[in-house]
């Protein structure tokens, strides 16, 4: 059977528009997030801090002290008994506290960036029909017709929301010195331990699949979105010291936000309009992120905290520096 003239657009297009937006937004100078680029001499904590963070005494996928964060128990590998590990549980969405199988975590929605792609299938249809129009259209001025509607839609997307707020979070109202050195301490851990199996940053992936200038798998993009997801939740569990705050729920949202993007770019093909628009909410994220890092060490040294290497909260300085 032939295919509709319009299905051959329809694939073409979504195909041209996947490779040309992986190249016209990954610009040079555009960032990954310094979390997910090769650690410096100076970011690398020692063997026994490593050896400490990675210790799981139970083997239900949950680090001993990950556990402690989320109130299970680091003996048991079933905290619950309802016959699935605790590790199992959590990158389920499961709660590793309440037996199933009604446990459910009640975490945000995952379709928060709904409105930001509502336009996307019109946008295809906008394009598809100026083609159709002008059969004899040269290449040149395809692109421009490619390039002009979807920088128009890019620009209109709406930002993408901050899901949680204060109220999603356990605030210490009066903090005393050693409780924020724990806190920054157990952000470090979240960053050590939550990407420790991610190898390259995710522009460098989009950056290889736009060179083979073929329709690739996307697919390996739900491990990203997987370790965003993990520190997500234990950010979600973290006590927060009463001026950390702001700068807490920057990272929180930034990180759910982050994997939301993620999930996004596991299906560009699926639909290039999509994962063009995410890649620019990308790069919103990383500068966030970014954000975040300045301001965090400038309150960490407002309070006269400092941290040796043995300490994972010196992994936010070593970011900072490493940015500057």
Known sequence: MQKHPA???????FFVLGIWSLFFFLKPGWKTPVYRQERTDTQKISASNTNALSVDTDNDGLKDWEEKLLGTDPNTPDTDGDGTPDGKEIFSGRDPLLAGPNDAIPFKPSDTNKDAYKDTDQLALNITRQLSENPNISEQAMNTVIDTQLIQTIQQAPALPDTYTEHDIAVIKE??????QEY?????SIFEISFEYIEKGELELLREI????EKQDTTAFLAYREAYVRATKLLGATPVPAQYVSAHLA?????????VINDTFSRFFENPI???IAISYYNKEAERFQTFIQNITAQLEADALTFSENETGHILFAFRDETR
């Open 210 to 213: 736009g060179r083979n200038k």
């Open 184 to 188: 920054a301490n157990t952000i470090g």
């Open 251 to 259: 990272l929180l949202n930034n990180f759910y936000n982050l994997s």
């Open 7 to 13: 299905i051959i657009v329809f694939s073409l297009l």
């Open 274 to 276: 999509e994962g063009a």
């Open 175 to 180: 903090p005393t010195k050693e409780s924020i």
